[in-house]
C-alpha cells in the first residue's frame, strides 16, 4: 500500500498543497518550521482522522479560516481509493471515501496503515506509562476495528463513571446506578486487556530478534505487558476499591493504568538503562511494529520519520535504513544527510520553504 498523492486546502500553514509520492523513498527537506511536519500530519489524519500530536481538529485549520480540507489518493493491492476529510471548528469532522460518506470512524481504519516515527518517540521508553500506552493503542486501533469499538466504548464508559463519581462525592441518591457503569466498564475492559496482551504477545518475538540483530546479540530483552489488573480479577478489584474511587471521584483500576515492562538482561530499562538503551529499545518497538504489520495485514505499512535521522548513531541509521528498502517511505530532514545519500535510492525529494514546494531529482 502507498500514497499517491496529498493535497491540502487550509490545512495548518498551507493554503493550498498538492504534493505527489513515490511509491518508494521520498525525502522532504527545509529549515525549521517551514511545513515539513504538517505534510506528514496531514497524511496521519487522513488514515486515521486523528493527529498524532494531541491536538483538537480546530489547531489543524489554517489561521482565520473556518474550514480544512485533506485529500488523499491511496493505493492498496492496486486498487485506488480516495480519502476526503473536512475538518471544521465547533462541528465534527466529515469523511467520504471514493465518495461515500462513512459516519464511524472505524469504517476507515484498516483502509491504509501508517506507522509514525519522530523524535518524541525515543522518549516512549523513560516517559510515564501513558505514553507506551499509546504506542499500543495507535497499532491495534489501525488493526482491527474491533479493538477500536471497545476502547471507545471503554472511554466514553470511564468518562461517564468518573463524572458519576464526582457526583456522588455529595449526593449519595445514585449509588444504585453506579452497578451499571460498572458492568460496562468491566465488559469493555475485559476485551481490551486480553486484546493488549495478544499483541504483546506477537511482538515480543520480534523485539527479541531485532533488538538481538542492532546490539549484535550483546543484550537480551524483554517486553512484557502489564495489565493494572487482570481480565478475571477485574470485576471483583473494581468493587473492591469502590470506596477509594469514591473517596478521589476517579476510577482508580482498569486498563487506563496499564504499562509495558520493558527489560534489558533482567533489568528495567525503563529505570535503570542508559539513554542509549532507551533509544535502541525506542526503535526496536518501531522496527518490530513494522514487520508485526507486515505479517498482520499481508502487505506493507506506510512509514512516516519526522527528523528523527539526526537523533540516531550510525548503527541505529543502519539498522532503520535496511528495515525501509521495500516500504514507501516519507522522510523529513534539515538537509541531504550524507548516509542517506549513500544508502538509500532517493526516489522523489522536495524542498520545503515557508509552506511552498519545490521538486528536485530523486539521487541528483
Known amino acids: 500500500m502507498y500514497i499517491e498523492s496529498i493535497r491540502l486546502d487550509n490545512f495548518r500553514n498551507y493554503e493550498q498543497l498538492e504534493v505527489f509520492f513515490s511509491d518508494r523513498?521520498?525525502?522532504?527537506?527545509?529549515?525549521?518550521?517551514?511545513?515539513?511536519?504538517?505534510?506528514?500530519e496531514a497524511a496521519y489524519v487522513g488514515a486515521t482522522t486523528r493527529s498524532h500530536r494531541p491536538v483538537k481538529d480546530k489547531d489543524m485549520i489554517r489561521f482565520g479560516e473556518e474550514e480544512a480540507h485533506i485529500q488523499m489518493q491511496v493505493k492498496k493491492r492496486e486498487i485506488g481509493h480516495r480519502i476526503d476529510m473536512h475538518l471544521r471548528k465547533g462541528k465534527s469532522k466529515m469523511v467520504t471515501v471514493d465518495g461515500i460518506p462513512i459516519h464511524r470512524t472505524s469504517e476507515l481504519f484498516g483502509l491504509i496503515n501508517i506507522i509514525f516515527f519522530s523524535p518524541e518517540d525515543l522518549s516512549i521508553v523513560k516517559e510515564g506509562p501513558a505514553e507506551r500506552r499509546r504506542f499500543m493503542d495507535m497499532e491495534l486501533c489501525q488493526l482491527s476495528r474491533i479493538y477500536y469499538g471497545n476502547l471507545a466504548g471503554y472511554n466514553k464508559v470511564l468518562n461517564q463513571r468518573n463524572a458519576l463519581l464526582r457526583t456522588l462525592s455529595f449526593n449519595?441518591?445514585?449509588m444504585d446506578t453506579l452497578d451499571v457503569w460498572d458492568d460496562q466498564l468491566v465488559s469493555y475492559g475485559k476485551r481490551i486487556i486480553e486484546e493488549r496482551g495478544n499483541f504483546i504477545d506477537m511482538l515480543r518475538e520480534v523485539v527479541v530478534r531485532v533488538h538481538g540483530e542492532i546490539t549484535e546479540g550483546r543484550e537480551e530483552i524483554d517486553i512484557r505487558y502489564e495489565p493494572h489488573v487482570t481480565r478475571d480479577q477485574f470485576a471483583d478489584v473494581l468493587l473492591d476499591r469502590r470506596d477509594m474511587d469514591l473517596k478521589n471521584a476517579s476510577t482508580m483500576t482498569g486498563p487506563q493504568r496499564d504499562d509495558i515492562g520493558i527489560y534489558i538482561n533482567g533489568r528495567d530499562v525503563r529505570t535503570y538503562g542508559s539513554q542509549g538503551q532507551q533509544r535502541?529499545?525506542?526503535?526496536?518497538?518501531?522496527?518490530?511494529e513494522i514487520e508485526l504489520v507486515k505479517r498482520l495485514i499481508n502487505d506493507t505499512p506506510i512509514l512516516l520519520l519526522d527528523d528523527v535521522m539526526s537523533e540516531l548513531d550510525g548503527r541505529r541509521r543502519n539498522a532503520l535504513l535496511l528495515t525501509i528498502r521495500d516500504i514507501q517511505t516519507v522522510i523529513t530532514c534539515t538537509g541531504y544527510d550524507d548516509f542517506i545519500r549513500e544508502r538509500v535510492?532517493?526516489?522523489?525529494?522536495?524542498?520545503?520553504?515557508?509552506?511552498?514546494?519545490?521538486?528536485?531529482?530523486?539521487n541528483e
Request: aromatic share 4%.
Open 345 to 362: 535510492s532517493l526516489d522523489r525529494i522536495y524542498h520545503v520553504e515557508n509552506g511552498k514546494l519545490q521538486s528536485r531529482k530523486g
Open 25 to 40: 523513498t521520498n525525502i522532504l527537506y527545509g529549515e525549521n518550521a517551514q511545513g515539513k511536519t504538517n505534510i506528514l
Open 280 to 288: 535502541t529499545v525506542a526503535l526496536t518497538l518501531k522496527l518490530a
Open 172 to 174: 449519595r441518591s445514585m
